[in-house]
């Protein structure tokens, strides 16, 4: 309970809890200083995914945020375009490299973040919340299984820096 | 870092390459570096007058119509990757690193940074005080001057695309363009800012190419010479007609 509760005051100070009565999501701190979050899956391509019944929210994750450096531009596609799990769907562009954003599922697009044509920045100040970057109707949400937890995603950051 | 173990960078020698012939290249590099049928590899070349835009197509930074630019004798090309317009030209050294991220163990910022890094460590061999630049500002300057953009793309962890260096272009071309997007700054190349005489461009180009390999700790450098690349770029032009 107390784990919780620290965790909770935590995520708010790192403003990264949602709104509404959900509680705070509990997260980890990798020994890289990135924030891996519960309750999400990640691929090894660094996006985030959420599940939530009919709607899979996507966005890329504090440690992709944190390697690319402030971000200026985002190159979402339009809503109806259909992904496929791995397959790039957009790109986001920092200050000195554009690189391909993959999606984690297989699915059409219902919904982009219009907020990010304009603050792409968005992505580097809040990931996980308010930088999301669509919204998926899953084709095929056994793909989920195929992704990685988070516990197993932080070992992935930290294998990724151990060279 | 794994103690002992070689790691090659390959680098390939090109010559004067068309910029839509580099391109195609490059995206074939990239295919076969995902697909592991090469191994990390830096082609090194230079273009004829090219201005080239990024991917967001900031066209109210070309200051002449396009034909007008055809008519300075320039190609015009809109690419994906990052950055702002820039040009291209004879006697300005140009490196693609076909990279995979993963392999170096670097996110995108700290790659472009280890490229600004090999500029600036190649401009101090002739005595030049170059600097990366400030915040939102992209490539090498000298003073308020500029001497080396950057322009990536990243796929997959896979990059393409790099650095543009200016040993002595004509800076002429500049003028019809706002560099990178930001306007009232300068131009400028080694030669201007060397006091020394500088070596043929091809030292130049190697001492780059070396100090890629440092920055990204290759234990070697295997350098492919223009017979043996030409094949390459030819096959990659054939077959995009």
């Not at chain 1, 309750?39 to 709607?55: A, F, I, M, N, R």
């Not at chain 2, 040993?167 to 006091?195: M, N, W």
Request: glycine residues 8%.
């Amino acid at each position: 309970m107390a784990l919780r509760l620290w965790a909770s005051s935590a995520a708010n100070a790192l403003k990264i809890s949602s709104s509404g009565a959900r509680a705070a999501p509990a997260y980890s701190i990798s020994r890289y200083f990135s924030t891996v979050l519960d309750g999400l899956k990640y691929s090894s391509s660094h996006e985030w995914v959420k599940h939530d019944g009919s709607v899979a929210t996507v966005g890329i994750t504090d440690h992709a945020q944190d390697s690319l450096g402030e971000l200026v531009y985002v190159e979402l596609p339009n809503v109806g375009t259909q992904v496929s799990q791995g397959e790039a769907f957009g790109n986001v562009e920092s200050v000195k490299a554009t690189s391909d954003v993959n999606s984690p599922i297989s699915g059409e697009i219902v919904e982009v973040n219009a907020a990010l044509k304009d603050t792409a920045v968005l992505i580097n100040k809040s990931p996980y919340d308010d930088g999301w970057m669509i919204k998926v109707k899953p084709s095929n949400p056994s793909e989920l299984d195929a992704l990685l937890d988070s516990d197993k995603y932080t070992k992935h950051c930290e294998e990724e820096h151990a060279h | 870092m794994s103690g002992g173990a070689r790691r090659v960078l390959e680098a390939w020698k090109l010559g004067l390459v068309r910029y839509g012939d580099a391109l195609r290249l490059q995206e074939r590099l990239v295919a076969d570096r995902r697909a592991s049928r090469v191994s990390d590899l830096v082609l090194s070349l230079q273009h004829p007058p090219t201005y080239t835009l990024g991917k967001r197509r900031t066209d109210h930074n070309l200051l002449l119509p396009e034909v007008e630019l055809r008519g300075l004798g320039a190609e015009i090309h809109r690419t994906e990757r990052g950055g702002d317009v820039t040009f291209h030209g004879p006697r300005q050294a140009v490196l693609y690193p076909i990279l995979s991220l993963r392999t170096i163990g670097l996110g995108a910022r700290r790659y472009v940074e280890g490229l600004e890094s090999a500029m600036i460590e190649v401009a101090a061999l002739y005595g030049v005080k170059a600097r990366p630049g400030a915040a939102g500002e992209t490539g090498v300057w000298v003073g308020d001057r500029k001497i080396g953009a950057i322009g990536v793309r990243i796929s997959s962890g896979f990059t393409c695309h790099g650095l543009a260096f200016n040993i002595d272009p004509d800076l002429g071309y500049f003028k019809h363009i706002v560099p990178c997007g930001i306007a009232d700054k300068e131009v400028t190349s080694l030669r201007r800012e060397a006091a020394v005489e500088l070596p043929p461009d091809e030292a130049i180009h190697d001492q780059l190419v070396q100090s890629l390999a440092r920055t990204f700790f290759f234990s070697d450098v295997e350098v492919k010479d223009e017979s043996e690349c030409a094949d390459m770029v030819c096959l990659s032009a054939a077959t995009q007609s």
